[in-house]
């Protein structure tokens, strides 16, 4: 796997264990700054930024996995199975919330993706 590509991956990776952090264990202290969620709503987003945070730790896992899987094509496989989660998720965040969301996840992933095929 080209070192591009390893660098690109591992910092999508690490952009989403953040978002995983500030979506469950820091959601009350971080997170609700990070996101601009107003103090009355705080508590009833509650359970649910805690089941999106779960998602993005999984993505995190895909995406780690990619990297360090010991057999090539597997590791492969996890990292474009990661990276495109990402993008397509990216792409939704930022029609149904708000456009940064593309820059943040959409664009890093897809970068690792072209990094992962094309170099």
């Not at 690490?14 to 978002?19: E, G, T």
């Not at 601009?36 to 999106?52: D, T, W, Y």
């Not at 930022?94 to 959409?106: D, N, P």
């Amino acid at each position: 796997m080209p070192i591009v590509a390893q660098v690109l991956i591992a910092l999508v990776c690490m952009i989403h264990v953040y978002i995983f952090l500030l979506e469950t264990v820091l959601y009350k202290s971080r997170g609700v700054k990070v996101f601009g969620i107003p103090p009355s709503e705080v508590e009833s987003r509650k359970a649910a930024m805690s089941n999106q945070g779960c998602y993005n730790g999984f993505l995190a896992a895909a995406l780690l996995l990619g990297l360090v899987y010991p057999d090539p094509a597997i590791a492969k496989a996890f990292a474009t199975f990661g990276l495109a989660c990402v993008a397509v998720a990216g792409v939704w965040g930022a029609v149904t919330v708000m456009v940064r969301i593309l820059y943040i996840q959409t664009v890093p992933a897809v970068l690792g993706l072209a990094a992962l095929y094309f170099l």
